[in-house]
């Protein structure tokens, strides 16, 4: 990666912002295609509200058409990435989940959860416990949560690190993932660095 990760520049684009600091994260600069970029941004904040298009930021059909089209992306030889859209029971951090073996593999999540409301997050790790992730809603007055670690030394990779007892609560509490059948997430590899079992005894431990 050659860029640090971004904030997103409303309150309503966490899911464009989110996606594009995978990419990010994910891939140099000079490997990623402008058309990545502008689909990303022209596919999302689609969820129509009282007061209009983007005002409750980006639907499910979306992330789930944009996990689609880079997949696609990846198949047609544009750029190694291979993506997979999973949710409801299936969305969970902890042993034999989906999540933590997209972490362990060298993957990254574009996650749904709440902070206040529905929000999207990038987990870019996990260790001892804890998920390491990029919340792109810059926050000068954090709610009070005394085990999540805020840190702005590492702006490549993460920004909190939050116990993995936080997210599986069916719950709207802070970094919660809530109610299993509205849960989503998209996991998103690098194809050159995405650790296998043919590429490596790593990924078994």
């Known amino acids: 990666m050659d860029t640090p990760l971004r904030y997103q520049m409303s309150e309503?684009?966490?899911?464009?912002?989110?996606?594009?600091?995978?990419?990010?994260?994910?891939?140099?600069?000079?490997?990623?295609?402008?058309?990545?970029?502008?689909?990303?941004?022209l596919y999302s904040l689609d969820a129509y509200g009282?007061?209009?298009?983007?005002?409750s930021g980006t639907s499910r059909m979306a992330m789930m058409f944009l996990n689609n089209w880079l997949h696609g992306i990846g198949h047609a030889g544009v750029l190694p990435i291979c993506s997979d859209y999973i949710q409801g029971e299936s969305v969970f951090v902890g042993e034999g989940g989906r999540l933590s073996d997209c972490l362990r593999?060298?993957?990254?999540?574009?996650?749904?959860?709440?902070?206040?409301?529905e929000h999207y997050v990038l987990f870019t790790g996990e260790k001892n416990g804890s998920v390491y992730l990029f919340d792109p809603y810059y926050e000068t007055d954090f709610p009070e949560a005394p085990d999540v670690?805020?840190?702005?030394?590492?702006?490549?990779?993460?920004?909190?690190?939050?116990?993995?007892?936080?997210?599986?609560?069916?719950t709207?509490?802070?970094?919660?993932?809530?109610?299993?059948d509205m849960r989503e997430a998209v996991l998103l590899y690098n194809e050159r660095t995405m650790l296998t079992p043919e590429k490596t005894i790593e990924y078994f431990i």
């Open 172 to 180: 709207h509490d802070l970094y919660a993932l809530g109610e299993k």
């Open 50 to 55: 009282r007061e209009g298009a983007g005002r």
């Open 149 to 170: 670690i805020l840190t702005g030394e590492h702006p490549f990779a993460y920004n909190r690190v939050v116990p993995a007892s936080r997210f599986n609560h069916e």
């Open 105 to 117: 593999r060298n993957g990254v999540a574009v996650v749904r959860l709440y902070y206040d409301v």
């Open 12 to 41: 309503y684009d966490c899911g464009p912002t989110t996606m594009l600091n995978a990419i990010s994260f994910l891939f140099r600069r000079d490997e990623i295609p402008p058309e990545i970029i502008r689909n990303i941004m």
